[in-house]
């Protein structure tokens, strides 16, 4: 028997709510620092192909995504105890199998979207003084392993993530994910690296892999300055050293210069051909309301940057749509930001950037391969009133380029998050 999307949203519901409610830890600051909330989003997206000899002409879906989110708080005692859950739904407003293939929704063998898709996950966690272990599910946000929430749901993990935080400033990780279910999944399937664009990396026998191990740390060696290195290694496929430098200059009340250095060395694991050193470098000068950013991006060795498919990277150059992360790939960015809370409406934000590469090694071509990338958000969050925190942002892009694809794409994305306690 098939549950309608809306009765297995709370069955979801029901499912993580029991989890909480019965917990044999229960303590006073189990409950009382306990908290849940669902976000309701609403994303239309547009991408409209416009190379000659597209196979598809565009892909245009609209759909409604709930994140519900709980949290407990820890039992008490040297060592406390909690539980988290998450549960995310994903619900087809309007597609078709010519228009499918966004990313919002899974579609079968002849591309028909599925009316409704989702995931349930817990995940228990401990904690002694500044030392949190979490294992279950997972949304990790560090330099090696990132979640990609750009569509209508996040992908997420599975595996055990030690965080500490014992010495004043430095922020250390340790982990080992197994599993992960991509954005437009309701599966949890072993990961690979990303081979997509003109990367030329090449997989062997196995290309999958059980085991991605991280470790690494943050430190904040002064107000100004901040160093990180993280590891991360794909078992079979892949190894990387990451290495961040980010360092900001007050130059008045209103002023700042921000310097954003990243390195990151990428080697294979005896399953894969990767070869890869990825240089960036970010300047952001900053006042008042005004952000103006300059930004260049080297990629070079025998292949172009590896990460986990489905998630999310650390290149300067990631964008609404490409990285700019190909084999020997050069690339240089331009951005402009602006806060209108400086004209006196706070919530309302605008970006738009331009980033061009060129020098890509495209294989069986003679010539090198170019491209580029024009990207633009709107976004206001309502500061007041019965619609307080509702978010709307529209993104538009353009891409051109000599060996991929050209295509328009417009994203329409409205957000609200309700605390249910």
Known sequence: MQLKPLSRFFVYSSLVATAL???????????????????????YMNRDFRQSGASQSKAEEWAQGFILKMESGYTEGPIGFGVDALGLLGVKLDSSPDRSGTGLLPRGSSNQPHDDYGTAGLTAKAKMSNTTLHVGTLQPIIPVVMRN????????????????????????????????????SSDYEEMTVFTGGSRNIQLGNAATSDEFLFAGGRYQF?????GSYYYGGLDGIYDQHNFNLVHIMPLSDNQSFKTDLRYVRSTDDGG???????????????????????GYQKMSGDTGYAYISGGDNTLINLLQIN????????????RYDYDFAAMGIPGLSLMTRYVSGDNVNVTNRADEGKEWERDTDIAYVVQNGP?????????????????????????????YTLALW
């Open 387 to 415: 619609l307080k925190n509702l978010g709307m942002k529209v993104r538009n892009a353009t891409v051109r380029s000599n060996f991929g694809s050209d295509l328009n794409e417009t994203r329409l994305i409205l957000s």
């Open 222 to 226: 002064m107000p100004e300055l901040t």
């Open 149 to 184: 929430d750009s569509r209508l749901l996040p992908n997420i993990y599975r595996g055990a993530w030690l965080q500490s935080k014992e010495l004043e400033g430095l922020t250390f990780d340790l982990g080992m994910l197994d599993r992960t279910s991509y954005r437009d």
């Open 323 to 334: 990285d700019f992360g190909n084999e020997d790939e050069k690339s240089w960015q331009v």
């Open 272 to 294: 894969s051909n990767v070869d890869n050193n990825a240089f960036g470098a970010l300047f952001t000068y900053k006042l008042g309301g005004h952000g103006f950013t300059g």
């Open 21 to 43: 409610g019965t917990s044999t830890m229960a303590s006073a600051a189990f409950i009382d620092d306990s908290k849940a909330g669902v976000e309701l989003r609403n994303f």
